[in-house]
């Protein structure tokens, strides 16, 4: 113990100006993080809202670190021009040694600067997508939803993915500036059924229950407007008709909020279920094998004569 601390006096003493320059170093650190601390215990005192509490921790831990970054610099290097030859230099190997980080650190400022999501934004990176709980400089996270659980509802999995992912893969955003997507149906009744009447319910099936979401749909693009080119004219729901080789296809089309899609799919279908249990004309239609025999099942004018 008495030989290493021979060592520091001795170190003290024979580089003065390095000592000064260390103990600087610590006090900008403590005092930089002491500030940090006192501040967002302040913020989570006067603000309830945890998405906000977490984007404002962040924030001031970057704002943090860049001060604390030019104060050192100055400590260390005695004119910024040696700072900046000397960051230029030191830019230029880390870029070529480690290509990926620093593509990962300029995702991260582009997220920041650009933010094409945001936290709590519900994305899609590839094949990945979920709910995206945090963003570092190295990576981003999401709740995973979809995947082998049906309806973009959650599987529980936390997925990592590295921020450069953002310039490589294409990137869906479910809920940003038009927080609506459009949802199908697909209700297929047999060609015996009475069609016309069957999309007649499903029109006022979806209606009823997708009234509410027509008005804040309308609000939604207006604000979406101002930043993308988006048009549309109707969005109101709507069933589309076709056929299929099993019988008469009948589509619904509706806004929906991403994470009530199920919810809303499941109040649809069960009002779709009720109304068609009261019409003996109305039956759904599945795979089948049909033995037809035209003499007396076909048109007249198709039936062959008897001669």
């Known amino acids: 113990m008495e030989e290493f601390i021979n060592d520091i006096t001795d170190f003290i003493a024979s580089s003065p100006s390095l000592t000064v320059q260390i103990v600087e170093t610590l006090v900008i650190i403590l005092v930089l993080w002491g500030i940090r601390i006192f501040a967002v215990r302040l913020l989570q005192k006067n603000v309830e809202t945890k998405k906000t509490v977490y984007k404002w921790r962040k924030n001031i831990t970057y704002i943090t670190f860049f001060i604390g970054v030019l104060i050192l610099g100055q400590v260390w290097f005695a004119a910024l021009g040696q700072l900046g030859t000397f960051l230029g230099l030191l830019s230029a190997g880390i870029a070529i040694a480690l290509k990926d980080p620093v593509t990962d650190i300029a995702a991260w400022l582009f997220l920041i600067w650009r933010k094409p999501f945001d936290i709590g934004d519900r994305i899609q990176v590839g094949s990945s997508k979920g709910d995206v709980i945090d963003i570092r400089v190295f990576k981003f996270t999401i709740l995973e939803i979809g995947n082998w659980v049906d309806a973009d509802q959650s599987t529980g999995r936390v997925i990592h993915i590295p921020n450069h992912k953002v310039f490589t893969d294409d990137l869906a955003n479910y809920t940003s500036d038009f927080e609506f997507i459009w949802n199908e149906m697909g209700v297929l009744v047999t060609f015996e059924s009475d069609w016309k009447k069957a999309r007649k319910i499903l029109q006022e099936v979806v209606e009823e229950n997708m009234q509410e979401f027509v008005e804040q749909a309308k609000e939604e693009v207006k604000k979406a407007e101002k930043s993308y080119l988006i048009q549309y004219r109707y969005l109101t729901p709507i069933v589309y008709t076709s056929v299929k080789d099993s019988g008469i296809n009948l589509s619904i089309r509706y806004l929906s909020d991403p994470r009530k899609r199920r919810g809303i799919s499941q109040s649809i279908w069960e009002s779709v279920l009720d109304r068609f249990a ?25 039936i062959p004569s008897g001669d």
């Open 278 to 302: 009261e019409h003996d004309d109305i039956d759904f239609a599945y795979p089948t094998i049909r033995y037809y025999d035209n003499p007396s099942e076909g048109k007249p004018s198709t």
